[in-house]
């Protein structure tokens, strides 16, 4: 006999409709192991009964082995169901649900120009620097952070950095940084916020031909070529995709609060999906 079998009976499945919804595993003490969504809640559980020993599957079947008891919700949709799901993640945490359970952890980039000194800022607490124009939030960390310093590296070769305690007056938050730079092109807050914005990446092509007048850069061509393709891949992976989510869905509120990120891409998916469809 099957382990979903022995643990749930062999009419469970009968009894759960076939219509969209989320589910949720509950250990024996009752505490939630995992919440899901489903186009089908019937044929989604069914997938978790057989289950077998391949490496795609050992995630369902451990799920199988640690639960005492499954429950379900009902949906009117399938995009209902999928944003149900992404909001019990994040209310509640089952602990073995990654993907969309700690939003907070979401990075925004920030720029603002003081007289002649333009500064940026990475942070997951935007509210802790109020001067600062913000973009985001972001989903990759590690995506957005390698970009943030990438870029600071390239601008330190054209700009003057500006002492650390003048950048600490602008706010402090845990796991931020606030980086500043003296004699930068008067435009330049405004072209970088365009990238992070997923606008344009006009400002990257400005710095790559100032780069290439300066003999450090040319010495560097290596390091400064992985610091550019660091940024570029931001732009395309992160800015643009998070432009092309709030232009598809019309979503309006920017910088996009972390809570509502995930949200947000899930009605963007489904939007596509019909266009995938027909080509």
Same mark, same amino acid.
């Given at each position: 006999?099957?382990?979903?079998?022995?643990?749930?009976?062999?009419?469970?499945?009968?009894?759960?409709?076939?219509?969209?919804?989320?589910?949720?595993?509950?250990?024996?003490?009752?505490?939630?192991?995992?919440?899901?969504?489903?186009?089908?809640?019937?044929?989604?559980?069914?997938?978790?009964?057989?289950?077998?020993?391949?490496?795609?599957?050992?995630?369902?079947?451990?799920?199988?082995?640690?639960?005492?008891?499954?429950?379900?919700?009902?949906?009117?949709?399938?995009?209902?169901?999928?944003?149900?799901?992404?909001?019990?993640?994040?209310?509640?945490?089952?602990?073995?649900?990654?993907?969309?359970?700690?939003?907070?952890?979401?990075?925004?980039?920030?720029?603002?120009?003081?007289?002649?000194?333009?500064?940026?800022?990475?942070?997951?607490?935007?509210?802790?620097?109020?001067?600062?124009?913000?973009?985001?939030?972001?989903?990759?960390?590690?995506?957005? /952070? &390698? @970009?943030?310093? *990438? =870029?600071?590296?390239? $601008?330190?070769?054209?700009?003057?950095?500006?002492? +650390?305690?003048?950048?600490?007056?602008?706010?402090?938050?845990?796991?931020?940084?606030?980086?500043?730079?003296?004699?930068?092109?008067?435009?330049?807050?405004?072209?970088?916020?365009?990238?992070?914005?997923?606008?344009? /990446? &006009? @400002?990257?092509? *400005? =710095?790559?031909?100032? $780069?290439?007048?300066?003999?450090?850069?040319?010495? +560097?061509?290596?390091?400064?070529?992985?610091?550019?393709?660091?940024?570029?891949?931001?732009?395309?992976?992160?800015?643009?995709?998070?432009?092309?989510?709030?232009?598809?869905?019309?979503?309006?509120?920017?910088?996009?609060?972390?809570?509502?990120?995930? =949200?947000?891409?899930?009605?963007?998916?489904?939007?596509?999906?019909?266009?995938?469809?027909?080509?």
């Amino acid at each position: 006999m099957r382990l979903f079998d022995r643990k749930f009976g062999r009419e469970f499945l009968a009894g759960v409709p076939t219509e969209p919804g989320v589910y949720r595993f509950f250990d024996a003490a009752d505490a939630l192991l995992y919440v899901g969504k489903a186009t089908s809640l019937r044929r989604r559980l069914g997938q978790y009964r057989t289950a077998g020993r391949k490496k795609k599957e050992r995630k369902r079947r451990a799920l199988v082995k640690a639960a005492a008891r499954i429950s379900w919700d009902v949906c009117d949709s399938p995009l209902t169901a999928a944003l149900t799901e992404i909001r019990l993640i994040q209310a509640l945490r089952p602990r073995n649900n990654v993907a969309s359970a700690f939003p907070f952890l979401y990075p925004f980039v920030g720029h603002h120009v003081d007289d002649r000194e333009t500064y940026f800022c990475l942070t997951t607490t935007p509210e802790a620097f109020p001067a600062f124009v913000f973009h985001g939030a972001f989903r990759s960390r590690d995506v957005t /952070r &390698e @970009a943030f310093f *990438s =870029l600071m590296r390239l $601008l330190s070769l054209v700009g003057h950095p500006v002492p +650390r305690h003048r950048c600490r007056r602008l706010g402090r938050a845990p796991h931020s940084y606030v980086v500043g730079f003296r004699r930068l092109p008067a435009d330049a807050a405004a072209s970088w916020g365009r990238l992070l914005e997923g606008a344009s /990446r &006009e @400002a990257l092509e *400005s =710095l790559l031909l100032r $780069l290439t007048e300066h003999a450090g850069a040319r010495a +560097r061509r290596t390091e400064i070529q992985e610091d550019l393709e660091a940024v570029a891949h931001f732009f395309e992976a992160e800015a643009t995709e998070l432009a092309r989510a709030r232009a598809t869905t019309g979503y309006a509120t920017y910088p996009v609060p972390q809570r509502e990120r995930d =949200l947000l891409f899930t009605q963007y998916r489904q939007r596509l999906a019909p266009v995938k469809a027909i080509s």
